[in-house]
């Protein structure tokens, strides 16, 4: 891979994950693009084609023929646009954690100069960019804001795993600092984006249309995990209840599971903070969150549950969690409530299997200490946590280890006549 330098304008991605990624693929079709991460590892692998996020082939990253990948800083200072995609996640008190936001912005404070343009797609609170990120870069370059370079923001609306909605045809919002870079980042975007952009007033406007977009999604959620808890009571299958309503027209398509992941587990508390920052304290946000937060608790005891009135004793009973990232045919185990199940079968006495085949077996083992299983044995107790593809093609019988073994399917993905309940 090399860049055509004669190529502009010159466009610098800013961390090359499932975000970064795909756009520098995608721009690199039409203009000199240089995809920077500090993770070398990384890089090294995309110069090799391979990557491990699954959201690009082998052959989309060798036929970019104008991107190249780097670990150097120095390598993106020709730059004119800068594109930043890192992860903006929150800490373990839910607070926002703009650590490897303001990181990047410092380094690209270091090499950025006149006439450039820096533009953001990471989530952040309504006011980020230009409160936080813009006085990094004026202390780093010794530039004035909208005198000697300018910013936009056009938030990512990558959705990983999906191969029908990708980035190219999902519309785009847009947005910059001034009524000029307003329409130059909008026909940055509108030359890759097929779906068509939508360019809006503000860059506050944009980062607050992003923040309530996942947010939104997490109200619904809550609302059928909450039906869930309340039909379990009653001995009610929440999915035959959500199959009813769903024949009037307008009722939301909604259903209950676990909410984890680095955008709708997490974006919520992104707007409740600045809310809070600004005398308001959210009702209906943080509501939906401790609904939400509850559910992996919810599956625990419920498997137990079903576990004490087959007969079979919880402690020692062989456990297998089927799928550890926090969505199906995704490799992305970030924020997966996967992991609070397991580790709550592990403390009730239960011996715990993980399966997951997309899953990085090595990543999931450092950051959680737990060892991926390769081949499968038989279980008193199979909780199906991710819909995964291939869970379809297992031989549940096989996993069996008596009849009395409870299979829980928290995603009704399964064959209803296999399942002995499902969330």
Not at 26 to 39: E, L, P, Q, S, T
Not at 297 to 311: A, M, P, R
Request: glycine share 6%; proline share 4%.
């Amino acid at each position: 891979m090399n860049q055509n330098s004669t190529i502009s304008p010159t466009i610098a991605i800013v961390g090359l994950g499932y975000v970064g990624l795909p756009l520098a693929v995608a721009f690199a079709k039409k203009y000199a693009v240089i995809g920077f991460d500090i993770n070398e590892t990384r890089v090294k692998d995309l110069q090799n084609g391979k990557d491990n996020t699954l959201e690009c082939s082998a052959e989309e990253i060798q036929n970019a023929g104008n991107l190249l990948f780097t670990a150097s800083l120095q390598d993106i200072a020709s730059s004119t646009i800068f594109i930043v995609t890192v992860p903006t996640p929150v800490d373990a008190d839910k607070r926002p954690n703009l650590k490897s936001l303001l990181e990047a912005t410092a380094m690209i404070g270091a090499v950025l100069k006149k006439g450039d343009l820096v533009i953001y797609e990471s989530t952040v609170y309504p006011g980020c960019t230009e409160e936080d990120c813009v006085p990094v870069l004026e202390k780093q370059s010794g530039l004035v804001f909208n005198k000697d370079f300018y910013c936009g923001y056009s938030p990512e609306r990558i959705n990983p795993g999906d191969k029908v909605h990708t980035l190219t045809t999902i519309k785009k919002l847009t947005s910059g600092s001034t009524p000029e870079m307003a329409n130059k980042v909008d026909a940055v975007y509108a030359s890759i984006i097929t779906a068509g952009t939508f360019k809006v007033s503000s860059i506050r406007v944009a980062e607050a249309a992003k923040s309530i977009e996942n947010a939104q999604r997490d109200i619904n959620i809550s609302f059928v995990n909450e039906l869930a808890l309340i039909f379990d009571r009653m001995n009610i299958d929440t999915h035959e209840v959500l199959e009813a309503a769903a024949t009037k027209w307008n009722f939301l398509p909604f259903k209950p599971g676990l909410v984890g992941g680095h955008c709708i587990g997490v974006d919520p508390y992104y707007l409740a903070h600045k809310a809070t920052s600004l005398g308001y304290h959210p009702q209906v946000i943080l509501s939906g969150r401790n609904v939400n937060d509850q559910m992996s608790s919810f599956v625990t005891e419920k498997l137990i549950q079903l576990l004490n009135t087959s007969g079979l004793a919880v402690k020692g009973a062989k456990a297998l969690v089927l799928g550890v990232s926090f969505k199906e045919n995704c490799p992305d185990i970030r924020n997966s409530k996967a992991f609070e199940i397991y580790s709550q079968l592990s403390a009730a006495g239960m011996e715990v299997d993980a399966f997951d085949p997309f899953a990085n077996e090595v990543e999931v083992k450092a950051k959680h200490n737990i060892q991926l299983v390769k081949a499968l044995g038989k279980y008193d107790a199979i909780v199906l946590v991710v819909a995964h593809a291939f869970f379809k093609s297992l031989d549940y019988t096989s996993l069996k280890a008596t009849s009395k073994t409870i299979i829980y399917d928290t995603k009704a993905f399964l064959d209803r006549s296999i399942v002995t309940a499902r969330l």
